[in-house]
């Protein structure tokens, strides 16, 4: 029985950290320096037994469905924790649509009855490991990339950029280029074609793409690989494909923007005084991030594109890039961890009495609670 | 296909009655295999090394791929020696080294070669044409391969013990070729 | 056995609006109510390893993150690894008094890993004494911790401190005499306090330096051979966050994750509802309200083939678990929620206006309110009250009617020494044998007619639904009255007949 093992064990406080993800879910608890475990986005439907992604829910009270599974294995499976009367630390992204924030807050308040909930923006306490308040902050995920500067500890979030250049679109880029040279590329599963890209497929070099990019490459493309399927087919993987997989996030759409534009407008966007400064100091997190060769060609890429008219004002000599102590999949999550075991839960958390009274969480496009206490 | 069988076992082998041989085959010295086990040479002969354990309803059988027609030779299946071929396995490889297990319920299909220490995992479906690489592991349900440090230990206690309970209660066929 | 693999053809309405078959369903015997794991309040009961069958308590677990120490996992499988012995030659070869010692390593029997892959030394003991790693960044980490800690707690304080800047009503000593702490200090003879301001502060860790440099392609991807088997899988990488290696030689051994035991509350009277033993062994339950024992279960015996429009018959199995007679009525089934009780409750509630909740009691303290430090504390001891959740409409397509028969039925308590008393059924029970077909000790066999709708396609599934009204003897014993209180508990039952094989 929780209640009767002792002050002791009661006044440890183990708050769980949460980031859920569009492809994978990072938990574990405060004061630690990794999450537990990093587990996929997805539950088993009740209704149709299908394994499915939180993410895809048809309405509200799908979603509401999905998350009371979702949460229920995130704690009996994995944190080992009643949620009941228990603080809970989510961290998710800025941009997160409001539906599915609401919903996740009535379904750990009504359902779960936690005690406690903070939301904290994933840009702003990536910073927390690195110990500084300034930097541009570039979160690659599954479905987009997302770059917001964060200026003397707050989110400058008027200068945001955000492109679907992200996993999802490697993968369906990776699907169309094996189409090619493979058949029945259709019925893989997305966690094949996953695995296919982080084993097989690299960022290449600008200098190699630039030949790529050209009619009649002259360089000679690194080796094919092939990849066993369930030991009925191999795959063929060629070379080319291996190295070009990666290309969309430095190509320019219709509206003259790539990885590397994203950067440079936001930076535009900020005060001239800090640019600099936001310049020398860029966060890339995000776990397409770690792809081999991205963060070197999102440098050289950088200095390309600082070359052209358009950042022709901005005095921008050179970037530099912080290292965080830990994989960049869960740099976020690090971050909320560290920010979870301050006082700042108990002081800026949303407790249950609030959040029944008001019944929504306080959210930064919400005009309610922008206004300023004179 | 041809109508009479051929078998040569060599010295030490147990070999029982029991046992389903068809075709030319040849059977090294302490080889043990179980009753119901079915070695069916189709295309060709068999020839099988020494320290062989081929245990229950394991079926090695050889036969041609159906696209390669009669052709003027024919190809001889060489198995190894110290081969485990669990319960239950189908191998129909066309090549098959030392020191290999085939798990149980395994099926190993024709267009494979199967070098030294490979370990076929239980349940296992291999039916692309490739050529396995020494000491891998194939496992699980989706066929993933991992590759191990050296072959398998050779299982001489089993062996043994085999070879001293077998012979109480099944019927053998005799060695018919001495060792020179 | 039906209930795992077949599936959910009979299934009844909790109170949640979820309907469930009967095998998921719970029955509270102090509020009289189904209900489902959704409607339950789920607990964390006791911690155990699978493998070792070992209980820990919860403490405990919470030192070791939720692993056992003994334990461990496959990286590359993820499947158990077992311990095997290797025997190695004496330490000393010429000393004949040596014996041959005993190594152990570790073995996954599913992918054949063994800790000597990637170059662990073979313990000499069975269990325990393999290397643990520790994450690089930990002092870094900590330092970073322990500042931001220090910023919060002096950012609350100086709030506080705010907070409290009202005017002293009361002239201090120092006002009235003159006198300052630090001088009366001095005049007794003991130390000075430093002014808090000049403390040593532990060194504040330096805020991180970003680089030009980022970490380079490998020269190794553009020109050598990709052998699979060497790099790991996303699976292999996730389930070590810390390290995530990219290569199999680094995939170390993980320890085993806990599992835990649940036990299951009801949300309107806290009494639970399902408790599992300790001993990690046990299949049984302490407290094992089920609701296949305390409510008639009704399984399909046949049904003839459906005809839209047309009556078709309908066998329908009843079986009283209880030890106590009961009675069987049938009513009609209504799909709204048509209970009073509870839209009573809601115009009461005033503070709460929302789709989902319904009421909130006094919190219980267990402990007295008396000052805690930090209001984590507070909330954490004394157990807040469920809140209960306003049911859901219940969302199945009910596209047939059975007609209601007016009789009812009985149907005689569970009596487990049947099956070997051969003296044959001696109940006696007058039947109305219109709707009674077969009967044997606490089962009987009843028919009914079911009509699907005129407008339904061929092969539409067709579903049907009644209320069950039975007599339920609550055995559980108030101070007000010490005899079983017997009362009449209605359930909604809805049955997956099929599809529809042809029209009128």
Redesign the interface.
């Known amino acids: 029985m929780p209640l009767y093992e002792g002050i002791g064990a009661i006044t440890d406080k183990l708050v769980v950290v949460i980031d859920i993800g569009a492809a994978y879910t990072k938990l574990g608890f405060s004061g630690e320096f990794s999450p537990r475990c990093i587990i996929r986005s997805e539950v088993k439907c009740k209704d149709t037994g299908r394994v499915r992604n939180i993410r895809d829910y048809e309405n509200a009270q799908d979603l509401y469905d999905l998350l009371v599974d979702f949460v229920h294995m995130l704690y009996f499976k994995y944190a080992l924790l009643s949620p009941k009367d228990r603080p809970v630390v989510i961290i998710e992204s800025l941009l997160c649509p409001t539906i599915f924030r609401e919903t996740l807050a009535k379904v750990l308040f009504c359902h779960y009855e936690v005690s406690m909930m903070l939301v904290l923006p994933s840009h702003l306490v990536c910073l927390a490991p690195l110990a500084v308040d300034t930097a541009l902050v570039l979160d690659v995920g599954y479905t987009e990339a997302i770059a917001i500067p964060v200026c003397h500890g707050l989110p400058v979030i008027h200068a945001w950029q955000a492109l679907p250049i992200a996993s999802q679109a490697v993968h369906g880029n990776l699907k169309t280029l094996l189409t090619a040279c493979n058949t029945g590329i259709n019925s893989i599963s997305e966690w094949t074609i996953e695995d296919i890209k982080v084993r097989c497929c690299f960022v290449t070099t600008q200098k190699r793409a630039q030949e790529f990019s050209k009619a009649t490459p002259e360089i000679t493309t690194c080796l094919e690989v092939k990849y066993p399927l369930e030991g009925s087919r191999t795959l063929t993987i060629p070379g080319k494909v291996r190295e070009t997989v990666y290309e969309i996030f430095f190509e320019e759409d219709n509206d003259h923007q790539c990885m590397s534009t994203m950067i440079l407008d936001a930076i535009l966007k900020v005060n001239v005084d800090l640019r600099i400064k936001l310049s020398e100091n860029i966060v890339i997190m995000g776990g397409t991030a770690m792809t081999p060769g991205f963060k070197n060609r999102l440098k050289d890429e950088l200095y390309k594109q600082l070359k052209s008219d358009r950042y022709s004002k901005l005095k921008i000599t050179k970037f530099k890039f912080h290292s965080p102590p830990s994989k960049d999949n869960y740099t976020a999550w690090l971050g909320g961890a560290i920010y979870g075991c301050t006082e700042l839960l108990s002081m800026k958390g949303l407790s249950r009495e609030n959040y029944l009274k008001e019944n929504r969480l306080p959210d930064w496009a919400n005009m309610k609670d922008n206004l300023r206490t004179l | 296909m041809t109508s009479r069988n051929t078998i040569k076992i060599h010295h030490g082998s147990i070999v029982c009655e029991e046992s389903k041989l068809r075709g030319d085959i040849t059977i090294g010295s302490n080889c043990i295999i179980h009753p119901s086990a079915a070695i069916i040479a189709e295309a060709g002969p068999i020839i099988i090394g020494d320290c062989c354990l081929i245990e229950e309803q394991a079926k090695i059988i050889h036969r041609l791929p159906f696209d390669q027609s009669d052709k003027e030779n024919t190809p001889v299946l060489i198995i190894g020696s110290h081969n485990v071929f669990e319960v239950d396995c189908t191998v129909e490889a066309c090549k098959i080294g030392d020191n290999n297990i085939f798990e149980s319920k395994c099926y190993v299909g024709n267009k494979l070669t199967i070098t030294n220490g490979c370990?076929i995992?239980a349940g296992?479906?291999?039916?692309?044409e490739?050529t396995l690489k020494d000491n891998?592991?194939?496992?699980?349900r989706?066929?993933?391969?991992?590759?191990?440090?050296d072959r398998?230990v050779p299982q001489t206690l089993q062996m043994d013990t085999l070879s001293k309970m077998l012979p109480n209660y099944h019927h053998l066929r005799k060695p018919n070729k001495k060792n020179q | 056995m039906s209930y795992i693999i077949g599936s959910d053809v009979v299934r009844y309405a909790c109170t949640c609006g979820i309907l469930k078959p009967i095998s998921k369903l719970y029955f509270c015997r102090h509020c009289l109510e189904v209900r489902c794991g959704f409607c339950v309040c789920h607990e964390v009961d006791s911690h155990f390893c699978g493998k070792c069958a070992e209980n820990l308590p919860s403490s405990e677990a919470r030192l070791k993150k939720n692993r056992c120490g003994n334990c461990y996992d496959c990286p590359s499988c993820h499947q158990q690894l077992t311990t095997r012995a290797a025997t190695v030659g004496p330490k000393n070869p010429e000393d004949p008094k040596a014996t041959p010692r005993k190594v152990f390593y570790l073995l996954c029997l599913l992918c054949r890993w063994s800790s000597r892959d990637v170059g662990i030394p073979d313990q000499s003991a069975v269990s325990g004494g393999w290397p643990e790693r520790e994450n690089i960044h930990a002092n870094r980490l900590q330092e970073i911790q322990d500042m931001y800690k220090g910023i919060v707690l002096l950012d609350k304080q100086q709030k506080l401190e705010k907070d409290k800047k009202k005017q002293r009503r009361y002239m201090s000593f120092t006002d009235r005499t003159g006198i300052t702490a630090s001088m009366l200090r001095k005049r007794v003879g003991l130390p000075d306090i430093p002014h808090p301001l000049l403390k040593p502060k532990p060194k504040e860790p330096e805020p991180a330096v970003a680089k030009e440099d980022v970490e380079e392609l490998p020269e190794e991807l553009l020109t050598k051979p990709v052998n699979l088997c060497e790099v790991t899988t996303m699976e292999q990488r996730l389930v070590q966050p810390e390290w995530q290696p990219i290569t199999v030689e680094k995939l170390f051994p993980i320890h085993k994750q806990l599992s835990v035991k649940r036990s299951q509350r009801c949300r309107s009277c806290e009494h639970n509802v399902s408790k599992p033993e300790y001993n990690p062994n046990s299949i049984k339950f302490k407290i094992q309200l089920f609701a296949c024992f305390h409510i008639p279960e009704v399984r399909i015996v046949t049904v003839e083939p459906l005809r839209a429009g047309k009556t078709c018959e309908l066998l329908l199995k009843f079986s009283n678990p209880t030890q106590h007679q009961t009675v069987i009525t049938f009513l009609p089934v209504t799909l709204e929620m048509e209970e009073t009780k509870i839209s009573e409750q809601v115009t009461e509630d005033k503070s709460v206006v929302d789709d989902y909740l319904l009421e909130k009691k006094q919190p219980l303290s267990l402990t007295g309110t008396g000052s805690q430090p930090s209001s984590l504390l507070h909330a954490s001891l004394s157990r807040q009250p469920s809140i209960t959740v306003k049911p859901r409409p219940i969302a199945v397509p009910v596209v047939a009617d059975i007609t209601i028969p007016t009789s009812t039925f009985i149907l005689p308590p569970r009596d487990d020494a049947a099956e070997y008393d051969d003296s044959g059924d001696t109940h006696n029970i007058q039947d109305d044998s219109k709707l009674v077909i077969w009967r044997k000790s606490n089962k009987a066999v009843v028919k009914l007619q079911v009509t699907p709708k005129e407008d339904l396609k061929i092969g539409d599934e067709v579903v049907a639904g009644f209320t069950m009204q039975h007599i339920y003897v609550n055995t559980i014993t108030t101070v007000d009255n010490k005899e079983p209180q017997k009362c009449e508990h209605k359930v909604k039952v809805f049955v997956t007949l099929g599809n529809l094989v042809g029209s009128e």
């Open positions: 370990i995992g296992c479906r291999l039916t692309e490739q891998t592991i194939v496992y699980g989706s066929c993933q391969m991992r590759e191990g440090l398998p």
